[in-house]
């Protein structure tokens, strides 16, 4: 059983670019969340998809974009890249239509995004 | 607002001994979840336990065990028997009771608490 897998585990880019982040839910789940942790903090919510549409979202810029395929991968798009968006981008599933308790998000390995 | 706060930015214990990690969180919901999560150096986050806060029955999973106490809004993370494999970093997160239009809701979480395991 396939857990949570991003890609890519690494990218470089340069301020002003674009950056497109990918993730495959683990298999049985339906709902993607995207973390963004800084280095020395904790995570922070970014938003959440749910049935191709975005549910919930955390305190960042227009600039921060998703999108959920019908598969229920999910993607993170982020324009105009600045130097303090650097940091590790994580993805979560779980299952939408689960009892709350049992909705537990499973977390991806992650992508290393440095904006130099 | 939800906040979580660890105040411990570094633990370190002796292999074989018990240790404490402290969290609070700050809330004026009265159902929620909390949870602690470990984060070894390959990055992935792994859940340790979770808590449901309507419940007053501590969590345990086998050497992992909490303290939850909801009027001081405390939630730590016992480790017994500290094994070699347990040294990671270890947060603690907090996520409201229900639904927003499906899925969970996001995850808020502390800063973190580096524990160290001495050999």
């Known amino acids: 059983d396939a857990g949570v897998t991003q890609s890519p585990t690494h990218l470089i880019k340069t301020r002003g670019q674009q950056v497109t982040l990918r993730c495959s839910p683990k298999s049985g789940h339906d709902t993607v969340s995207w973390y963004q942790q800084a280095l020395g903090q904790g995570p922070q919510f970014i938003f959440q998809?749910?049935?191709?549409?975005?549910?919930q979202r955390g305190n960042f810029p227009d600039r921060f974009s998703g999108h959920q395929f019908p598969n229920y991968s999910s993607e993170l798009n982020v324009n105009a890249l600045l130097l303090g968006d650097s940091a590790l981008y994580l993805c979560a599933s779980s299952l939408g239509t689960s009892g709350g308790a049992k909705n537990i998000q499973y977390f991806g390995a992650g992508t290393r995004l440095s904006v130099l | 607002a939800q906040t979580v706060t660890q105040s411990q930015p570094e633990m370190s214990v002796q292999e074989a001994e018990t240790v404490t990690l402290s969290c609070t969180y700050d809330t004026s919901e009265s159902d929620y979840y909390l949870f602690w999560y470990k984060q070894p150096p390959s990055r992935q986050m792994i859940l340790v336990i979770r808590?449901?806060?309507?419940?007053?029955q501590n969590a345990t999973e086998n050497r992992f065990s909490v303290n939850f106490q909801k009027a001081a809004k405390s939630f730590s993370l016992k480790i017994s028997d500290s094994q070699l494999g347990d040294a990671a970093m270890y947060f603690c997160?907090?996520?409201?009771?229900?639904?927003?239009?499906?899925?969970?809701?996001?995850?808020?979480f502390g800063k973190g608490t580096h524990l160290i395991i001495q050999p």
């Open positions: 998809y749910y049935e191709e549409e975005e549910r």
């Open positions: 997160a907090y996520r409201r009771f229900g639904y927003s239009g499906g899925g969970a809701d996001g995850l808020t």
């Open positions: 808590q449901e806060a309507y419940k007053q």
